[in-house]
């Protein structure tokens, strides 16, 4: 059973680098594509980008030049990081395997303020 | 971007109903389309894949249909643990999106 969990800071300030990690078990991150998904309060769900081990990377246009992912086989995790954040940064943050989302993390919530 | 629009965006029905949620992609989007399950605090549920193919492990209350550009979901025999939040999500063409989810609660 594929079991995914977020974690990081739940609390950034505006202008800085929201970093989250993706813990992967009961699978390898040296397979599949792996994605980022947030959904701020009370909006709907946005796609940010995924990462394949190979090094490929696909980020959501509307954050691209924000938005860094990276993965770590030796530690089998992912990560995501995010840049100048602002009070629209503020989500719930998803980790997910595949671009169609066959398995989710619960969700992480940070929020952006000073 | 593709648009995903789902209907209705809230759903009352009792439990032993059966109901059925649609989804429309802005443009042809073949079967690249899954449908998942989130309840409040959990982790997002996968049910179906590739429009009508069933995730391991998802009773069979649940099914898809649809290609193109219309899509179903359908739950028969709504049981209490069914009562959640379903969205829809294409993975066609990037960016991917997603439904702005259907609400089923409980009559």
Not at chain 1, 26 to 31: K, N
Not at chain 1, 90 to 113: K, N, P
Not at chain 2, 51 to 69: E, I, M, W
Request: charged share 15%; hydrophobic share 30%.
């Amino acid at each position: 059973q594929v079991q995914l969990q977020e974690s990081g800071p739940g609390l950034v300030k505006p202008s800085e680098t929201l970093s989250l990690t993706c813990a992967v078990s009961g699978g390898f991150v040296s397979t599949y594509y792996w994605s980022w998904i947030r959904q701020p309060p009370g909006k709907g769900l946005e796609w940010m980008g995924y990462i394949h081990y190979s090094g490929i990377t696909n980020y959501n246009p509307s954050l691209k030049s924000r938005v860094t992912m990276s993965l770590d086989t030796s530690k089998n995790q992912f990560s995501l990081k995010l840049t100048s954040v602002s009070a629209a940064d503020t989500a719930v943050y998803y980790c997910a395997r595949d671009t169609a989302m066959q398995h989710w993390g619960q969700g992480t919530l940070v929020t952006v303020s000073s | 971007d593709i648009q995903m629009t789902q209907s209705p965006s809230s759903l009352s029905a009792s439990v032993g109903d059966r109901v059925t949620i649609t989804c429309r992609a802005s443009q042809d989007i073949s079967n690249y389309l899954t449908w998942f399950q989130h309840k409040p605090g959990n982790a997002p549920k996968s049910l179906i894949y590739a429009a009508s193919s069933l995730q391991s492990g998802v009773p069979s209350k649940f099914s898809g249909s649809g290609s193109g550009t219309d899509f179903t979901l359908t739950i028969s025999s709504l049981q209490p643990e069914d009562f959640a939040t379903y969205y829809c999500q294409q993975y066609h063409t990037y960016p991917l999106t997603f439904g702005q989810g259907t609400k089923l609660e409980i009559k």
